[in-house]
């Protein structure tokens, strides 16, 4: 393995970490913000160091690119629900 | 060693069993939804590993992305109506009964049916090259099983007007805006929305894609903007969303009638513009796609609170 192959697993597995950490989070934390929180290191953090581990690897510019839209659109998309989840549950007597 | 490839098919395909079984079993029927939207990720996961991505996209959009706003929406509703609805048993039983004879028939005829070992692999994966379209799957759908796919779109187009003479829109066309940061969001992914499913519609040609996939893309930008509060009052759009309706049925009838005056069979279509009318007829059927499935969302009354609904329902 040369180096990009080294910084790209160690991207991946540091990004695997992150799901492994929310999934815990969000099984054990006791009320819905708090889980929120940890979900949402999983979505901007853990997905960010998953793609650019897999945009290392795919050798190709346009696939990079395409790997950080992704990204960006989960963000926008994770912003927005975490908003809605956190609203809803602060409604509810 | 052992192979990773197949412990994970096997954990997925158990946690698939266990996620339906928690679906069915679940007492509380919003966990159920939840678990529901769960399996449909799964799922797609599933036909991602069984090499189907056109199946894939079809179920992450359909499956579990716009069938789960609409259980969503359709749950909220029954919660604030539970103590007016009484379903009669009577009616129930009859209904049951009738969809077990249907369901009986259709086995039946199912079951003594001559069998027939068709295969398409030879002639979709040595795809005439005049056609232009190289996608296995949109060849099955538009080319060998055209008659299938217009019987379906006819289906669904049936389902449809039998779900909005059920159910009208609802009387108010825009929704109170309850949360400020969704519209600002819908606004900035409508675009990028609208582009995937352009995208999905021309690649299908080539590429895991085409009508199905971009339609239910196109639903689901709709719901966005639905749920957002931007779309205007359906009174004013409402002859235009009838044309999309109808437009993939009607597109495909035509193209497949008209290429009877060109000596060809039915739904046969001429060697030198394959391509052109398949993209035709498939962007007929993206909209009408999009258009059924916004349209089934709609015909569900918006989140009233249980008092508007008693007055209502009182009046």
Same mark, same amino acid.
């Given at each position: 393995?040369?180096?990009?192959?080294?910084?790209?697993?160690?991207?991946?597995?540091?990004?695997?970490?992150?799901?492994?950490?929310?999934?815990?989070?969000?099984?054990?934390?006791?009320?819905?913000?708090?889980?929120?929180?940890?979900?949402?290191?999983?979505?901007?953090?853990?997905?960010?160091?998953?793609?650019?581990?897999?945009?290392?690897?795919?050798?190709?510019?346009?696939?990079?690119?395409?790997?950080?839209?992704?990204w960006v659109l989960a963000i926008v998309a994770a912003a927005t629900g975490a908003y809605l989840?956190?609203?809803g549950a602060s409604r509810r007597p | 060693m052992v192979n990773l490839y197949l412990v994970f098919?096997?954990?997925?395909?158990?946690?698939?069993?266990?996620?339906?079984?928690?679906?069915?079993?679940?007492?509380?029927?919003f966990r159920g939804v939840v678990l529901f939207i769960a399996f449909g990720v799964l799922m797609?996961?599933?036909?991602?590993?069984?090499?189907?991505?056109?199946? =894939?996209? #079809?179920?992450?959009?359909? *499956? &579990?992305?716009?069938? !789960? $706003?609409? %259980?969503?929406? /359709?749950?909220?509703? +029954? @919660?604030?109506?539970?103590?007016?609805?009484?379903?009669?048993?009577?009616?129930?039983?009859?209904?049951?009964?009738?969809?077990?004879?249907?369901?009986?028939?259709?086995?039946?005829?199912?079951?003594?049916?001559?069998?027939?070992?068709?295969?398409?692999?030879?002639?979709?994966?040595?795809?005439?090259?005049?056609?232009?379209?190289?996608?296995?799957?949109?060849?099955?759908?538009?080319?060998?099983?055209?008659?299938?796919?217009?019987?379906?779109?006819?289906?669904?187009?049936?389902?449809?007007?039998?779900?909005?003479?059920?159910?009208?829109?609802?009387?108010?066309?825009?929704?109170?805006?309850?949360?400020?940061?969704?519209?600002?969001?819908?606004?900035?992914?409508?675009?990028?929305?609208?582009?995937?499913?352009?995208?999905?519609?021309? =690649?299908? #040609?080539?590429?895991?894609? *085409? &009508?199905?996939?971009? !339609? $239910?893309? %196109?639903?689901? /930008?709709?719901?966005? +903007? @639905?749920?957002?509060?931007?779309?205007?009052?359906?009174?004013?759009?409402?002859?235009?969303?009838?044309?999309?309706?109808?437009?993939?049925?009607?597109?495909?009838?035509?193209?497949?009638?008209?290429?009877?005056?060109?000596?060809?069979?039915?739904?046969?279509?001429?060697?030198?513009?394959?391509?052109?009318?398949?993209?035709?007829?498939?962007?007929?059927?993206?909209?009408?796609?999009?258009?059924?499935?916004?349209?089934?969302?709609?015909?569900?009354?918006?989140?009233?609170?249980?008092?508007?609904?008693?007055?209502?329902?009182?009046?």
């Amino acid at each position: 393995m040369n180096a990009l192959e080294w910084i790209a697993a160690i991207l991946l597995i540091a990004g695997a970490l992150f799901f492994f950490a929310g999934t815990v989070g969000m099984l054990r934390f006791p009320d819905a913000f708090s889980r929120l929180h940890a979900l949402t290191k999983v979505d901007n953090l853990g997905l960010g160091l998953l793609v650019l581990g897999l945009a290392l690897q795919s050798g190709s510019l346009a696939i990079a690119l395409k790997l950080l839209l992704i990204w960006v659109l989960a963000i926008v998309a994770a912003a927005t629900g975490a908003y809605l989840v956190a609203n809803g549950a602060s409604r509810r007597p | 060693m052992v192979n990773l490839y197949l412990v994970f098919d096997l954990l997925l395909a158990l946690t698939l069993m266990w996620v339906g079984w928690r679906t069915l079993t679940s007492p509380d029927l919003f966990r159920g939804v939840v678990l529901f939207i769960a399996f449909g990720v799964l799922m797609t996961l599933a036909w991602v590993r069984l090499e189907a991505p056109d199946v =894939a996209m #079809a179920e992450a959009a359909i *499956g &579990a992305g716009l069938t !789960g $706003a609409l %259980l969503l929406d /359709a749950l909220a509703d +029954l @919660r604030a109506r539970r103590s007016h609805q009484d379903i009669e048993v009577s009616r129930l039983a009859a209904v049951s009964v009738i969809t077990l004879a249907l369901a009986g028939v259709l086995s039946w005829v199912m079951l003594t049916l001559p069998a027939q070992h068709a295969s398409m692999h030879a002639p979709v994966t040595q795809p005439p090259n005049a056609s232009g379209i190289t996608n296995p799957v949109t060849l099955v759908l538009l080319v060998y099983r055209a008659y299938d796919t217009l019987l379906e779109m006819a289906v669904l187009l049936l389902a449809v007007i039998g779900a909005r003479a059920l159910h009208d829109e609802a009387p108010v066309g825009r929704a109170a805006p309850q949360y400020d940061l969704l519209a600002p969001a819908a606004r900035v992914l409508l675009p990028a929305i609208l582009l995937v499913a352009a995208y999905l519609l021309w =690649a299908g #040609a080539t590429r895991p894609g *085409g &009508a199905f996939q971009a !339609g $239910a893309v %196109l639903g689901a /930008a709709g719901v966005l +903007l @639905r749920l957002a509060g931007l779309l205007p009052s359906p009174a004013t759009y409402r002859r235009w969303m009838q044309m999309g309706l109808v437009s993939g049925f009607m597109v495909f009838l035509l193209v497949g009638v008209l290429v009877i005056f060109a000596g060809l069979p039915w739904l046969g279509y001429p060697a030198t513009h394959t391509k052109a009318l398949i993209l035709l007829v498939e962007t007929g059927l993206t909209l009408s796609i999009g258009m059924s499935l916004l349209s089934l969302f709609m015909s569900v009354p918006e989140q009233r609170s249980p008092s508007t609904h008693a007055r209502a329902s009182a009046s």
